[in-house]
């Protein structure tokens, strides 16, 4: 029970999406009269039953304090934790455990990365991100940026919302230290050709770090294939718990850096001469860490493991299909980000209508999409808009529900516009 790796070995189920509907309870339900649509997983998806009881089961049957070695359920506890950290090892092919660190999410991973490599940099230096990013891919290097000197440097993307190669070949120089971009783009669903990207980076000795929190919902990273130097995503968007989430980073940079916060667990002994820390990975993770968390991001992970990923993504594919197929039936209405390459995330606009009066519409009929800037100011400035409105969609959606969100944005339209 407590060896939550295990499941990594069952059978495989095919994949169904009115079964795999019924393992989301959250789903079943009426919004404002209507049956829940939900289309805002791009915010934060839902759980399944087998993450909900995987974490009831760890209250009611193993919780205590981790790593303490004390008592049984501490042993219990600690076998569930550090099993869930060899499932995410799993499922980003890293070399070791040791590379898998706990953090409370890609924010606070991110920020962890820009603090340990700030003994790095000087006056000068370059850090090179895209005109895409997430502000949580943004803002921390410009926080390390006015400590040291440094330059945050934007990549510029392509009308239809792609990296613009040349724009990443000509800012690419001596000065450039490290490359932070994004997997996939939360606004625009357009996968990044990162493993060029890093490739290129690399060979001129470039530090890399990659945000998969769009990534990870929809496609299996391999960290050791991409050969970045970081990874990291958010729990919760992989239909994981809040709270937690995850930095991969190669154990020779990790080992490296200076540790992120002070306190228990990262120590190895504490005296008023000299603290020393504790190895990889507790020496990045201070304090009593978010461990029913762990454990149901790590059933999150064995639940994905289980469905047929192949068909899944095929499925995926088809509802951005029809929604792009349908944008002709609404008028005004156009789509922003129409990469070759693209996860099923759908940003619009309609004439005449603000995108946050779409989104009041559109919830008094039960559906729930995202509107706004979506943390990615520059990139709305880019498209010279104040926000967009965000359908983006898990395997979970149906077909069906696609066409609800069209003929309600009929409706809105017909009505308003
Ligand atoms: C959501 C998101 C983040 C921030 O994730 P948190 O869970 O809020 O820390 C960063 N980057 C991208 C691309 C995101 O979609």
């Not at 981790?66 to 076998?79: E, I, S, W």
């Not at 092919?93 to 820009?114: C, D, F, M, P």
């Not at 040349?166 to 450039?176: C, I």
């Not at 156009?334 to 606009?349: E, R, Y």
Request: a negative charge; one cysteine or more.
């Amino acid at each position: 029970m407590n060896d939550l790796s295990m499941a990594n070995t069952a059978t495989r189920e095919a994949f169904d999406v009115q079964a795999v509907r019924r393992d989301f309870p959250i789903l079943s339900q009426q919004v404002n009269g209507k049956p829940l649509v939900y289309l805002d997983n791009g915010a934060s998806a839902q759980k399944p039953t087998a993450v909900l009881d995987a974490m009831d089961r760890y209250y009611r049957e193993m919780h205590s304090n981790v790593h303490r070695g004390a008592h049984t359920l501490g042993d219990r506890a600690t076998a569930a934790f550090e099993g869930a950290r060899e499932t995410v090892r799993n499922f980003l092919n890293a070399h070791s455990t040791r590379e898998i660190i706990w953090t409370k999410g890609t924010t606070e991973a991110i920020n962890l990365v820009a603090n340990g490599l700030a003994p790095r940099l000087k006056a000068g230096d370059e850090i090179l991100v895209s005109h895409m990013e997430h502000h949580a891919n943004i803002v921390p290097w410009q926080m390390i940026a006015e400590r040291t000197g440094a330059k945050v440097v934007p990549i510029q993307v392509t009308p239809q919302g792609e990296l613009d190669p040349d724009s990443f070949n000509s800012l690419l120089n001596d000065r450039t230290r490290i490359l932070a971009i994004t997997h996939v783009s939360n606004v625009l669903g357009t996968v990044n050709p990162v493993a060029d990207m890093v490739c290129q980076a690399r060979a001129r000795g470039i530090i890399t770090l990659l945000d998969g929190a769009q990534a990870v919902p929809h496609f299996r990273p391999d960290v050791q294939a991409l050969d970045c130097d970081f990874y990291v995503f958010s729990s919760h968007k992989l239909f994981g718990p809040t709270g937690i989430g995850v930095l991969y980073g190669k154990a020779a940079l990790l080992e490296d850096m200076p540790p992120y916060q002070g306190g228990g667990e990262m120590i190895e002994r504490v005296s008023f001469e000299r603290t020393t820390w504790n190895v990889l990975p507790y020496k990045f993770e201070a304090g009593t860490p978010a461990i029913a968390e762990a454990v149901g991001l790590g059933a999150a992970i064995d639940y994905l493991n289980r469905l047929d990923r192949e068909a899944m993504e095929a499925a995926e594919n088809a509802l951005l299909e029809r929604a792009h197929q349908l944008v002709e039936t609404v008028p005004g209405m156009s789509i922003i980000g129409t990469a070759q390459h693209k996860v099923p995330v759908m940003s619009f606009k309609i004439e005449g209508l603000h995108p946050s009066d779409i989104g009041t519409l559109l919830d008094q009929q039960g559906i729930a999409i995202r509107t706004g800037h979506h943390c990615a100011m520059p990139l709305m400035d880019f498209y010279g808009v104040p926000g967009t409105a965000r359908a983006s969609f898990a395997f979970y959606n149906t077909l069906d529900e696609v066409n609800q969100l069209f003929t309600a944005l009929q409706k809105v339209q017909r009505l308003f516009a």
